[in-house]
């Protein structure tokens, strides 16, 4: 891949720390990139939009220890989605952990997938923890499309508390980029594999969304 190459640190002392700091690609979108229209195939305005795997970390119904999340189509290129923080979920006592809420702001701006219908896996994410978040809380959350170029899409989101007009807790912006099928089949685990494709109806949603980038 062409994205930034992360090189261990120099040995201290020997440069200056400007030079050792990496130049990462922007998550906003760059000149000539567009906001499409949503695809023809998007659901409808206020769907709730299913798990894309019963057995993922972030939205699937059968992973006991995932985040269960779920996410209702916006009327443009938007979702929502509510998060609850439970006691598993800590990172200090009685408040989430940062990478958990990473967790749930990937997977709400992942499934804006379904209203671009494209398959698209995260490149770059970027956060910011504004507020801390406590155990019990319900992170209600809206990421939006900023803008396609080529097979690269952004996007941004921001997860509130106390109720969807409270206030932020959380911001983050994403570039993902457009995959085909085969990026699951070759690099996934094959056992995993085999039961996903093995199951009519994830095999026909996933052929449902290759792309030809
Ligand atoms: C059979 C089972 C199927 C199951 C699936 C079913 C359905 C799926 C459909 C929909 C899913 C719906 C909801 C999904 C919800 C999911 C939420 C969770 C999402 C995730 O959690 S997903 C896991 C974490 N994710 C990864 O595991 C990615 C690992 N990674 C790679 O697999 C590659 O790295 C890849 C593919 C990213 C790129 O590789 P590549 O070879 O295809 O493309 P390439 O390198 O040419 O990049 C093309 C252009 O993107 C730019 N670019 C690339 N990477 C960049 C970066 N990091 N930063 C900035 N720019 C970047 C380049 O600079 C170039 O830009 P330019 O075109 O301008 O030159």
Redesign the pocket.
């Known amino acids: ?4 190459s992360a090189s261990p640190p120099a040995p201290q002392g020997s440069e200056e720390p400007a030079a050792r700091a990496v130049a ?2 922007p ?1 906003t979108p ?1 000149a000539g990139a567009v906001l499409p229209p949503r695809a023809p195939e998007a659901p409808a305005p206020g769907t709730l ?1 299913g798990s ?2 019963d057995h ?1 970390f ?2 699937g119904p059968q992973h006991p220890q995932g985040l269960q999340l779920t996410a209702v189509a916006g009327e443009g290129l938007d979702v929502t989605a509510e998060f609850t923080v439970r006691p598993s979920h800590q990172g200090g006592p009685g408040l989430a952990h940062g990478g958990v809420l990473v ?1 749930a702001m ?9 209203l671009l219908h ?8 970027e956060t910011d923890f504004v507020r801390p978040v406590p155990v019990d809380a319900v992170l209600h959350i809206r990421a939006w499309v900023t803008g396609v ?4 899409i952004y996007s941004a989101a921001e997860g509130r508390i106390g109720g969807p007009d409270g206030p932020v807790a959380i911001r983050a912006q994403a ?5 085909k ?1 085969e ?3 070759t ?2 685990r094959p056992e995993d ?1 085999k039961k ?2 093995d199951d009519p109806d ?2 026909k ?2 052929r449902a ?1 290759e792309v030809n ?1």
């Open positions: 891949m062409n994205g930034p990462l690609p998550t760059p939009l894309h795997y993922c972030g939205c967790t990937d997977e709400t701006l992942g499934t804006l997938n379904w494209a398959a698209a896996v995260t490149g770059r994410l170029h080529g097979r690269k570039l993902f980029v457009q995959v099928l990026h699951f089949t690099h996934g594999i996903a494709m994830l095999f949603r996933a969304f980038p």
